[in-house]
Nanobody, 124 residues
Framework: QIQLAESGGGLVPAGGSLKISCVAS????????MAWFRQTPGKGREFVAG????????YYADSVRGRFFISRDMAKTSLYLQMNNLQPEDTATYYC?????????????????WGQGTQVTVSA
């Protein structure tokens, strides 16, 4: 059973930075792609950034490329998202997710396990 736990959310002023973390446990985590999504009330989950375990490579949504940076520890069981130059439109609940057997996934239905989310609020 794969379990995910996010942490590190909070309130930051516009232009500020924040780093959120996700700790994963369970078989196949280390050999699976992981990603960050975000969601605001009344909207679907939006892909933010992903990490391909095989290539050890990151991929991003256009809306965050150059501002957000995803990373993963050597054991590939912890996932991080460094968020810089945050803007009010980045306010959301951020979720960590694991995709089993799908590479370079971006759609929520391509991910099979989710954390409980961590709230990030950016004040204007």
């Amino acid at each position: 059973q794969i379990q995910l736990a996010e942490s590190g959310g909070g309130l930051v002023p516009a232009g500020g930075s924040l780093k959120i973390s996700c700790v994963a446990s369970g078989r196949r985590v280390a050999t699976s792609d992981m990603a960050w999504f975000r969601q605001t009330p009344g909207k679907g989950r939006e892909f933010v950034a992903g990490h391909n375990w095989s290539a050890d490579s990151a991929y991003y949504a256009d809306s965050v490329r150059g501002r957000f940076f995803i990373s993963r520890d050597m054991a590939k069981t912890s996932l991080y998202l460094q968020m810089n130059n945050l803007q009010p439109e980045d306010t959301a609940t951020y979720y960590c997710a694991v995709s089993l057997g799908i590479s370079w996934a971006r759609r929520p239905d391509e991910f099979h396990h989710w954390g409980q989310g961590t709230q990030v609020t950016v004040s204007a």
